[in-house]
């Protein structure tokens, strides 16, 4: 048979495709034969057969065995009222993920977590997807191997030495993505009722995985040098938590950052109570000079690190990584195959592309000098409209600031939300309820000036 | 009895683990009786059932009918650069995907759950690579939105609704696999002790991710026609289950499926004891008519369905989906949040495009054939050296095959690896461990000559 005539089986399907919609076409009607219908049209018969299958794949259509083909019988309800973002939603652990997430794409989300798409390294991914698309069938179809993606392990074994973590590169397990990578660790060492601690404030989506796994949340204060070690001291006395959960490098969302001081303190003190600590890694690139690393420290005894490339390669290529001892790499794996059977090869395959294209280290340059030049600049806007902020982070996108007295962070944000502005309340991040008069803003979504006056607004 | 003391539940829990990872108590080793355990420190008789319960779900001990718990027989600790296919390890619900995952590819794999790269649509999955290279910024950087690609969850409510299970777009959740799917509704669903039915034999791995999820697995026998309804009364009746995980349409391991006057009787059992069933439809594409659906029955009420495209589009392109009434889809959303952040936006948008691709149906028919034409070659063979299939499936591509009295395919499959051949030992389907006579068979990964000669040895 000939080959189909792109454009003409285009032309089919939508005047098919518009029958149906208008109902012309009822559910259940058969078309006519594929015969039929290119002699009436003149077109070959591979044409209507092309035309005839993208439809069926689509579901419109349907294909009956030695029948033809019908309109599908059932055509969903489309009041499709998708759940949007919501006004009334509880200022919990997940208000910012979700209303960031679910806002249309035209709002302001100077509360978000996640840089513009302009900033993260299109052409890159481009080139790593058709790079893929002509590899191994493997890449594409095969569920790979269960620790994940041998050399996509060996290059972060080799980033991770880079950062003085010592790590090999049977150390690491693949994940979805750097939540799940908590999540699994949490399986793996938590029963439900035992205690985890925290900072305050912490990245709020602990606080959500935490209270999925049932676990009693404690928290210590987070100074401009890391955990209030007195109040870290009496914590782990008291309340004998099993994990420590924090951010390495850049904290989250204050901006501050551990010094080899408190670092030796904090292990000091896990070590006397039997404590693992999980470090979450994901800003490790914003920094040009590395700050302290517990798993540094430690050399992976008693922390774990990990880590994804959400922030600074693409959120929509879920991968994720756990670095530990070389023991519990087996039975996270064994935990890994239970609950998500496989990490996905092809997303391993396109990171690593990424990662080792040559535009790399020039992509990381570049997002640090443009993330200072929007540091300083939110920080001007911000204090011309009586917003202070907590510390003067060195790097990375968080500015912490606090709230002029009598007014609540919660408030400020349900009335942003009003305005098409999704900020992140203080309290979302604080599990001792502490945070009410902060808010955190991501200076890379602070670029317009609409923020400032709503915010100028609010402060009055 | 007295109800268990949960703080001392944990701390016999905790010292136990802690024994056995020390090796204080080594596999093998008899624990001490309920009653000498309690006597000996001084708490109740359900506590220590408790704890020992709890080891054993997370199967670190183990019961032996009549005889008292075991430690039990751990893997030890690799000391090779990579941990590779393993003789030695345990025949359990992780041993067939472990050993199928990591044998080197010249292996052979009738006892692995998946098609051969070349029967899956590797020229569809290369187009749609090169369409997303070419497509939207947003779809190759952002997080998207929380329940997941609206366009692929529409594709799916129509797909579902082909099938008669009456579903709106809304009532779908993306999840990163089918496996993910499973374990977000058990995190929905229950809580750590709770019975959790399922069938003997069923898919390993619900058994695997049960045991992660600390729930009590019980079991009702397979029939040829789906659960054995009067023991499936009895064990609602008994261990009151939340929940009932099973396959719809082809039934992993044995190939047979649901007859509706069955579905109609589990439907009235499941509500008169309040029991919500999850539906695995992961081999949807396998029927050219398809069986009774237990979703399609109650449209959604109290059955939960789940899936992916893993057997028939990719694995390595990570995407499931959990189909469930409206009310349950926010609280799932929030889980999905909490534990893995996001499904992947990339993901989503590949697997539509190769479902919309317009060689999708073709992809499925001849899929079809080729199954139904290695089904028929594999059961001459298997027959040959004497094993003889349970029942001849209608489609699919398992084979569930009885061996000669006397045999053990535990036994049989530790032999294969030693010959680079990765079998299917029926007690890992097993969770009443009935089936020690029994191998699955993948029809599609038979067509080497080399296995049926080992059988045959393996058989005398």
Known sequence: ??????????????????????????????????????????????????????????????????????????????????????????VDPLWVSRQSLEMPEDALKPGCG???????????LRRALRTV????????????????????????????????????PRQILLTDSGTQAVDLLCRFMLEPGDAVLVDDPCYFNFRALLRAHRARVVSVPYTPTGPDIAAFAQVLEKHKPRLYITNCGVHNPTGAYLSPVTAHRVLKLAEQHGVTIIEDDIFADFEAEPSARLA?????????QIGSF???????LRCGYIAAKTDWIEGLTNLKIACTFS??????ELLLAVLQDGSSRRHVETLRARLADAMSQANTRLRGV????????????YLWCELPEGLDAADIARHALEENIVLAPGNVFSPAQTAGRFLRFNVAQCANLRIFEFLQRAVR
Not at 134 to 162: F, Q, T, V
Not at 296 to 304: C, K, M, S, T
Not at 310 to 316: E, L, M, N, P, R
């Open 1 to 90: 048979m000939a080959s189909p005539n792109g454009s003409l089986v285009t032309q089919l399907v939508r005047e098919i495709r518009g029958r149906i919609a208008a109902r012309e076409l009822a559910p259940g009607t058969k078309l006519a034969s594929i015969r039929a219908q290119a002699a009436a049209r003149r077109v070959s018969k591979t044409t209507v057969v092309e035309a005839y299958d993208r439809l069926a794949a689509e579901g419109i259509i349907e294909s009956r065995r030695g029948a033809g083909f019908y309109v599908a019988g059932h055509p969903p309800p489309f009041t499709l009222a998708e759940a949007g973002p919501r006004l009334d939603r509880e």
């Open 114 to 124: 996640w840089l513009p798409p302009s900033w993260l390294p299109e052409a890159a």
């Open 133 to 168: 698309a002509r590899g191994s069938a493997g890449a594409l179809i095969d569920y790979g191997s269960p620790p994940g993606l041998a050399k996509l392990r060996e290059h972060l074994a080799r980033r991770l030495n880079g950062f003085g973590v010592p790590t090999a």
């Open 296 to 304: 540094a420290f430690d050399g992976l005894e008693r922390v774990v």
């Open 310 to 316: 959400s922030k600074t390669v693409s959120a929509s």
């Open 343 to 348: 990490s996905g090869q092809l997303s391993a």
């Open 386 to 397: 009586g917003l202070v902020p907590w510390v003067m982070p060195r790097a990375g996108m």
